[in-house]
């Protein structure tokens, strides 16, 4: 009969135990790489280039969809991960960012700096190669207006949100380019309707968070402001040229009557939150309905015309 050493089981369990240990991190290491990427952030990029894709109703191509989605992929996740490069000083100082793997020091800063380059690169290449010149041109300027224009400018000047709202309205248009090898009319409503609708969903964020942004140096709106009063109007503004901006495509008759109505009952739903949020004694209160009211927004609005121009087509 043969008898096991009587040390074999601790040995055995201490190598699972180190082996299980060891997977773990690795687990963790990708995950610390996937949040460099902002993946909320930089999905949302890749679903406006979908929607100026399907809008534009070309002869579709899966091959070529495919091919955007995996490049704007790509691209959005190297400047996400390129822009907390940039900021990891200032994040460390906020509560809502300190716990990103560059200030929490789950990620290199050498690292984080090729991982940013390397994806930027690969999905301008890809977009290139697999869809056209004017696609990854888009995607090229995107990423030098977010990091040598919006980034830097945090920290001069308030008016950065609305340098901001450019870089983050050009996914739409990568989208049209890969379906027309162009950009007509209502792709420019699209990349219009994406620029007004960034600036109110962003005071909100920037209410909410303005110690937060106080306590990094950045001068937004709602730290110069303490009453509010700046960016709640700013708000009420471009949600009132939203609204309009919105109702375009039916008046130019891209559009039938299905989008019409939904695109004024969410105008008017939207511009009701922005004018609580201007007129609002607890401001705190109106921005969290405000953001709310604004994720809901935009999915419903560019599922909306997608869905008419697919009707339409």
Not at 38 to 55: D, E, F, N, Q
Not at 84 to 105: F, H
Not at 162 to 184: F, Y
């Amino acid at each position: 009969m043969h008898l096991k050493p009587a040390n074999f089981d601790l040995e055995s369990k201490t190598q699972t135990g180190l082996l299980m240990g060891e997977s773990v991190r690795e687990k963790s290491r990708y995950l610390d790489y996937w949040e460099l990427t902002k993946p909320r952030l930089s999905m949302l990029s890749v679903i406006t280039a979908i929607v100026g894709y399907l809008a534009a109703l070309p002869t579709r191509d899966p091959g070529v969809l495919t091919t955007l989605i995996f490049g704007t992929s790509l691209a959005a996740g190297g400047a996400a991960a390129l822009n907390q490069w940039m900021e990891r000083v200032a994040d460390a100082k906020m509560v809502r960012t300190r716990g990103r793997p560059l200030p929490a020091g789950l990620v290199t800063p050498e690292a984080a700096l090729v991982f940013g380059l390397v994806l930027c690169l690969s999905g301008d290449l890809l977009l290139y190669v697999g869809v056209n010149g004017l696609a990854a041109l888009l995607a090229v300027i995107t990423q030098v207006a977010y990091l040598l224009a919006y980034t830097p400018l945090k920290k001069l000047t308030p008016w950065c949100t609305e340098v901001g709202a450019i870089p983050g309205a050009l996914p739409p248009l990568i989208g049209w380019a890969a379906a027309e090898s162009g950009i007509s009319t209502l792709g420019w409503i699209l990349f219009a309707i994406l620029l007004f609708w960034q600036i109110p969903h962003f005071m909100a964020l920037a209410w909410t968070f303005r110690k937060d942004y106080a306590q990094a140096g950045f001068p937004m709106g709602s730290v110069i402001d303490p009453s509010g009063r700046r960016i709640a109007r700013q708000s009420f503004l471009f949600t009132s040229l939203l609204f309009a901006c919105s109702l375009l495509p039916a008046f130019l008759g891209f559009t039938t009557v299905f989008y019409t109505c939904l695109a004024t009952v969410l105008g008017l739903w939207f511009l009701f939150a922005a004018t609580r949020f201007l007129l609002a004694i607890d401001r705190g209160k109106a921005a969290r309905r405000l953001f709310l009211a604004s994720i809901a927004y935009l999915p419903i609005l560019l599922g909306g015309l997608v869905l008419d121009r697919l009707l339409l087509g």
